[in-house]
Every structure is written in C-alpha cells, then in structure tokens.
C-alpha cells in the first residue's frame, strides 16, 4: 500500500548530534514533523521513521505488533549511533514508551530522553476485554486529532485494529517492567487535559524509572497531540535546551549550520 501524504518517514543528515523521533499508535510521522524540521535547522541529525503498519490503512496495522514497531526505532537509533558521537531519543504517546525502552536497553549509547503525553497503559474495561473482543471485532473507533488548536489536524486512522491495541497492552506491560533500567535525563512534557493518556501514565513513568536528571512540564493549553497544538513551540525549544545542556558540541555545531 502506498504512504498516505504526508505520512512519510523524515531523516535529515546534520552534525554530530541525533535525535530520533517516535511518532504514536495509529498515528504518523507527520505528528512530529514540525518538531522534528525544527531540530534539524538547528544543526541535529534527525530522524523519524514510519512504524510498520502506520500511514497507509488500518488493515495493514491489524497484521503488526509491538515487536514489529520496537524493532524499527531500535534499527533507526543503531543507524543514528553509527553517524553521530551522541544520541537522544523522543516520542509522543507510544512513541513515547518506544523511546523510553530504547533508553533501558541501550543505556549509555542513549544520552537523553525527551517524552510528550507518553502512555504506559491501556485504560478503561475495554482493556480486559481485549484478549477476546480482538476475535470478535476488528476495530473500535479511533484516536487520533485529539488536539485543542483549531484548523489543527493528526493524520491518523479513524479506527483502531483490536489485534494492534492487544499487542500494545502487552507492550505496556513490558515497558512498565523496565522503567526502573531508565537512568538517563530525562524531559517529561504532558497535558493535564488529554482525552487518550490520562495524566496518571506520566505519574506512573515518573515514579518509576531510576533517573535522577528530570524535569516535568505541563503543557497546559493542549490536548494530547501537544506537538501540533498551542504547546508546540515550547515543546520544540524545551526539547533543544534540554539537548544542548547535555551536549556541548550542539551549540558549536547549531552557529556553524545557521551562518
């Protein structure tokens, strides 16, 4: 199936430092887009890459799982490792908890973590029934352009793959597992009013994981997908101060790509 526009993966060859980019479940690249052309003008190697089952149609979602998706962020961040001297990684909603895995298990390869709405669980009855509904139903409606912006658009699925959602249970619980390996600075973002993570998943990662650089930002005129409404820009540049506080050669590199 071809991309939908706009949904492509982005990757831009910059200086020494990388970020990579995680976009959310059922959502796409173009969610970090801005954020992620942002870092790039500022002299980062950036990149954001489609996970498998994203971007195209929800049938192709149902057919993918959380090993599917980890694996690809996994190969994009070794990708990163071999062109830059430093790497951080960053991610909203899942994206978030892909990021924050990727963190426990590369440790020092991986020297920062920027997280927006990040999830750690899934909610609600619907979650218990998820073992067996997936056989039943294919799909439940979607989540995505859960945004407070007007004119401000996710390009996401309208409907979520029930298979998908068990297998991102099951990621969860995974994750959740691992936090505590999580030691790097970390930046958490999130925003009181969010209709797809409840604020208690960034209580949750915060209680958890056994960083001891952390900083917490309420994002507070915004709804879930924060990286394209009112909070965009204190994202963009939150997430720059952060990363150049720990990399030195940032500001050096970011003079050099702007004159």
């Not at 149609?57 to 490792?81: F, I, K, N, S």
């Not at 930002?217 to 952060?242: K, M, N, P, W």
Request: hydrophobic share 40%; with cysteine.
């Amino acid at each position: 199936m071809p991309v939908l526009p706009g949904a492509e993966p982005y990757r831009h060859e910059g200086g020494e430092v990388g970020v990579l980019l995680c976009h959310g479940f059922t959502g796409s690249p173009q969610s970090l887009r801005p954020w992620a052309e942002y870092l790039a003008e500022r002299g980062l190697t950036v990149s954001l890459p489609l996970l498998p089952g994203h971007g195209t149609r929800w049938e192709d979602m149902q057919l993918t799982g959380w090993h599917d998706w980890y694996a690809e962020v996994d190969r994009a961040l070794r990708a990163l490792r071999d062109r830059c001297t430093q790497v951080f990684v960053a991610g909203l909603s899942m994206g978030g908890a892909l990021a924050l895995r990727l963190a426990a298990r590369h440790g020092d390869a991986v020297s920062g973590v920027v997280v927006v709405n990040p999830a750690n669980k899934v909610h609600g009855l619907s979650a218990y029934a998820l073992p067996v509904a997936r056989h039943l139903v294919r799909t439940t409606k979607g989540i995505a352009s859960d945004i407070a912006k007007e004119g401000s658009t996710e390009l996401g699925y309208d409907r979520v793959p029930l298979h998908a959602a068990h297998s991102l249970r099951n990621f969860f619980r995974v994750v959740d597992g691992e936090l505590p390996q999580v030691t790097q600075p970390l930046l958490l973002l999130h925003s009181p009013q969010d209709h797809v993570v409840p604020p208690a998943d960034s209580a949750r990662i915060l209680s958890r994981v056994s960083s001891t650089d952390v900083r917490e930002i309420l994002l507070e005129q915004s709804y879930h997908v924060a990286t394209l409404d009112h909070d965009a820009d204190r994202i963009f540049e939150e997430s720059l101060a952060f990363i150049g506080r720990l990399a030195p050669s940032l500001g050096k590199e970011g003079t050099a790509a702007g004159g």
